[in-house]
């Protein structure tokens, strides 16, 4: 597997607090930009037209699906994270195919 990259774009596909703010300053202070979806989740397909636009490099989610199409959509997709339990709403075989890591992480803030 490749490791993931050291710089690009980073989507948050939504988010179950008020804003981005931890989010933002985790992933600008590694350098990368955050592009931020929905606060409530959102559906596949908008998951899948958010990659298409920004091709991010990593993909954090809560509940957003995040499908075999996107997962494919983005040449320089390296890592996929759930910010909560289970990844249930991830294409996990979809992206072991592309050699993309696929981990979790129970969010608190």
């Keep these: ?8 774009t980073v989507l948050l596909t ?10 933002r300053s985790v992933v600008e202070s590694a350098g990368h930009a ?12 908008v998951v899948e037209e958010l990659v298409a636009e920004h ?3 990593g993909i954090l989610t809560c509940w957003a699906p995040v499908s075999a199409t996107a997962i494919g959509t983005s040449p320089d ?10 990844l249930d ?7 072991t195919e592309r050699g993309v890591w696929v981990g979790g ?4 803030r």
Excluded: C, F, Y
């Design 1 to 8: 597997m490749k490791p993931p990259s050291r710089s690009g």
């Design 14 to 23: 939504d988010h179950a607090w008020p804003d981005d703010s931890v989010e």
């Design 34 to 45: 955050l592009v931020t979806g929905p606060a409530e989740p959102a559906s596949a397909e």
């Design 55 to 57: 091709r991010p490099a």
């Design 77 to 86: 997709l390296r890592i996929v994270a759930r910010l909560g339990v289970g």
């Design 89 to 95: 709403n991830i294409a996990v075989d979809a992206a």
């Design 105 to 108: 992480a129970a969010a608190q």
